[in-house]
C-alpha cells in the first residue's frame, strides 16, 4: 500500500503566506509598487521588498543587493517594508552613482523625523565606512563609494 503523499508549499507559495502573515505596509492611496514575492531573481528584489514601479535593479553591482537585504531588516524592525524607490533609472545628478549601479534609494518619507534619524543611523552603522547613506526628507539614499 502506497503512503498518501503530502503535499509540500512550495517556495513561493510559503513565502507568499509568510508575507501575508508578517508584513502589514501602510501605503498612501495612489502608490503604484510592484509587490514581488517568492523569488531571488536579479530582475526583482526577493520576498518582503517592494519596488516602486519602472525601478530598475537588473545591474545593480552585487554590493548593492547586499545593502538591501541589509535594509530590509532595519525596515521589519521599524514597522515598515523596505520599498526601493530607484536604482539604475530615474533623473539624477550628473556623475551620479545610480547611473552605474552603485546607488539605490530607499522610501522614508512614512517614518517621523527621529524614526527617519535611527534608520539612517542604524543603515550607516550596518553598511561600514564603504558606503555613504545619505538621509533625504523622503528617501534615504546608499551609495558604495569607499
Do not use: C
Request: glycine fraction near 8%; charged fraction near 25%.
Amino acid at each position: 500500500m502506497k503512503p498518501k503523499s503530502r503535499r509540500i508549499p512550495t517556495r513561493p507559495a510559503a513565502a507568499l503566506l509568510l508575507s501575508a502573515l508578517f508584513f502589514r505596509p501602510i501605503f498612501a492611496a495612489g502608490d503604484e509598487l510592484v509587490m514581488l514575492i517568492g523569488t531571488h531573481s536579479l530582475l526583482k528584489p526577493p520576498a518582503g521588498i517592494a519596488a516602486k514601479k519602472d525601478v530598475v535593479l537588473h545591474g545593480l553591482d552585487s554590493r548593492m543587493y547586499s545593502a538591501i537585504h541589509k535594509a530590509s531588516r532595519i525596515w521589519i524592525r521599524h514597522g515598515r517594508m523596505l520599498v526601493v524607490t530607484s536604482g539604475l533609472d530615474g533623473r539624477h545628478k550628473d556623475g551620479s552613482l545610480h547611473y552605474v549601479g552603485l546607488a539605490v534609494d530607499f522610501r522614508a518619507k512614512y517614518f517621523i523625523p527621529a524614526t527617519r534619524s535611527n534608520v539612517t543611523r542604524e543603515l550607516r552603522r550596518s553598511l561600514g565606512d564603504d558606503f555613504q547613506v545619505i538621509g533625504e526628507k523622503h528617501h534615504i539614499h546608499v551609495e558604495y563609494d569607499p
